[in-house]
């Protein structure tokens, strides 16, 4: 295992983590918390858009809401793991609603770019990651109560994704996902297999029983959504880099995976979304707010299986 993670020892006070799943876009959102100060941070808030009617909502952002003010909750922090492709981001809004400093990685800056182009933002849009409150990198830390948020690169999904530790709890985005389903796609623009798993091992060599949540479940085989799982049970049993299995041989089985699937439904409004962090594009002349869809652009082909 890596040994560059962070060092921990078992923590104190328990980070109390809180899962909420939109079937959707099989997405989990997390309310975690420090339960002596009541300070909390939301992982990957999800903001609710029907395409064929152009439409957005708050349902999911509201429900994270309520279990906020329920709980008696002060929101510090709304937590990116990286530029989704697959939900638009519901960070804006929740900061409307609740406050918090919206954070993602410094890298950031790389994705915009990459997107920024595709659609054609022009002076618009700024990409130097200004329109987040905090850009993190390695090590970095942010205080949450008392407990602290340790920041983890881990880029090959993307080459802005960064994982965050909270006590004896991970939240890992896109990066692996329930052991029954593998890990992260590596075709995205920026994305890296062998950086993959470079990074997956870094997750990896924290203490076995740290808690592990993913920001997607694909409910393979049918079964009931999951979202919780522990580094020990990833090492034992994850369907393509359980300990043993080497760079190269998980290189080219991820390579090969990422050749037949097709691109995310919500990839295009997504991301010109979630690089202005949740933001939607500013509106034209008429008041109207719009997406753009650029024609034959994206190289994903359309093999119809799951990420």
């Known amino acids: 295992m890596n040994a560059s993670s962070p060092s921990r020892l078992v923590p104190a006070i328990e980070a109390q983590v809180q899962g909420f799943f939109d079937p959707r876009t099989a997405t989990i959102s997390y309310v975690v918390a420090d339960p002596q100060s009541g300070c909390c941070a939301v992982v990957d808030p999800v903001l609710d858009f029907e395409p064929r009617l152009g439409c957005t909502s708050d349902r999911s952002v509201e429900r994270l809401v309520a279990h906020i003010q329920h709980q008696g909750f002060h929101l510090s922090w709304i937590l990116e793991t990286h530029v989704h492709a697959d939900h638009l981001s519901g960070a804006a809004l929740l900061q409307q609603r609740l406050g918090g400093e919206i954070v993602i990685g410094e890298h950031v800056c790389t994705v ?7 659609f054609d933002c022009g002076s618009e849009m700024a990409i130097d990651g200004s329109q987040f409150d905090r850009l993190v990198t390695d090590r970095d830390q942010l205080e949450l109560g008392s407990l602290m948020i340790d920041v983890l690169h881990t880029p090959g999904h993307t080459p802005a994704c960064v994982s965050y530790l909270v006590s004896n709890a991970v939240f890992v985005g896109d990066t692996l996902f329930m052991p029954d389903y593998g890990t992260a796609r590596t075709d995205f623009p920026g994305g890296d297999a ?7 091992r870094k997750i990896l060599s924290l203490p076995r029983e740290t808690r592990m949540f993913v920001c997607h479940d694909y409910q393979p085989g049918g079964r009931e959504p999951a979202w919780e799982t522990s ?12 300990d043993g299995v080497q760079e ?29 962090a949740g933001h939607l594009p500013a509106a034209a002349a008429n008041g109207v707010r719009y997406l753009k869809i650029p024609l034959n652009q994206l190289e994903l082909c359309a093999a119809g299986a799951d990420p």
Not at 194 to 200: A, E, M, P, T
Not at 257 to 265: G, K, T, V, W
């Open 248 to 276: 190269a041989d998980f290189v080219r089985q991820r390579q090969a995976r990422d050749a037949q699937l097709s691109a995310p439904e919500l990839i295009l409004p997504a991301t010109q979304v979630n690089i202005r």
């Open 231 to 242: 580094v020990d049970a990833q090492r034992r049993g994850n369907t393509a880099i359980h």
């Open 112 to 118: 915009q770019e990459k997107f920024a182009h595709l």
């Open 194 to 200: 062998h950086q993959l798993y470079r990074s997956i």
